[in-house]
């Protein structure tokens, strides 16, 4: 099966300044790469996902990018801001769709403590 | 997310005893899945559902079961058999395809249920 590994664990920048997070997956077939924040004791929250058919995707100071050859994808936030504090994971799957796939569900990493100094 | 509930917020249960999970979404989707988070760790995957009356084993399903009789309802039931139930168990829905005819990978989550085991 899958396996995603998520560097680091725990992460603290300068406010303003930008965070980059590190997932690699060991599936070949894999091809949907999600990222969620969770806040203390909520729910995920997906912020940013992309395919294996893109090499990046940005939404404003958020982007992640994704080297199918070396099986890793990173997030990057620019202009860090005390709300984005949380805990961020990395997920990967087989999209709906695929051949062998169809929304079995997502594997994730472990998880990045991003903590933001004022 | 605001169309996923998860009931109790927190649970109690004692040790040899079986307690259920409820997770109802009303947003139409086809896939549902429940996912097991425990301390510092990321989430892990008990079950899903693509279909009504149609569920697959995740990667930790021993000592849970499911059903899935309607589209909007898919409960988790915590056997006796779950050596250590203590977690934070969240349900999570996907459309599978939209409206447009385009795949869409998206899990929202619920609100998510704590199980403590005394």
């Known amino acids: 099966g899958e396996n995603v590994e998520q560097h680091p664990s725990t992460l603290s920048v300068q406010e303003g300044d930008s965070a980059v997070i590190k997932c690699t997956y060991s599936?070949?077939?894999?091809?949907?790469f999600p990222w969620y924040k969770q806040e203390l004791g909520k729910r995920p929250q997906l912020i940013i996902d992309i395919r294996s058919n893109v090499g990046e995707k940005k939404d404003q100071r958020i982007a992640v990018t994704l080297n199918k050859t070396a099986k890793h994808f990173s997030l990057h936030i620019t202009e860090t801001q005390p709300e984005d504090s949380a805990v961020y994971f990395c997920?990967?799957?087989?999209?709906?769709?695929?051949?062998?796939?169809?929304?079995?569900?997502?594997?994730f990493g472990k998880g990045t403590h991003l903590i933001i100094q004022p | 997310d605001g169309g996923i509930t998860q009931s109790p917020k927190y649970l109690f249960r004692k040790e040899g005893q079986n307690v259920t999970l409820s997770c109802e979404q009303n947003?139409?989707?086809?896939?549902m899945y429940w996912y097991r988070q425990d301390p510092g760790q990321g989430l892990r995957l008990i079950y899903y559902s693509q279909i009504v009356n149609d569920f697959q084993k995740g990667d930790i399903a021993e000592g849970y079961s499911v059903s899935r009789e309607k589209k909007e309802s898919f409960p988790l039931t915590v056997t006796s058999a779950q050596k250590n139930p203590t977690a934070f168990y969240l349900c999570a829905s996907s459309s599978l395809v939209e409206g447009s005819g385009k795949t869409t990978d998206t899990q929202y989550f619920g609100p998510g249920t704590r199980l403590t085991v005394l």
């Open positions: 997920a990967a799957s087989r999209a709906w769709g695929t051949a062998g796939g169809g929304a079995d569900g997502l594997t």
């Open positions: 947003l139409n989707h086809d896939a």
């Open positions: 599936d070949s077939a894999s091809n949907y």
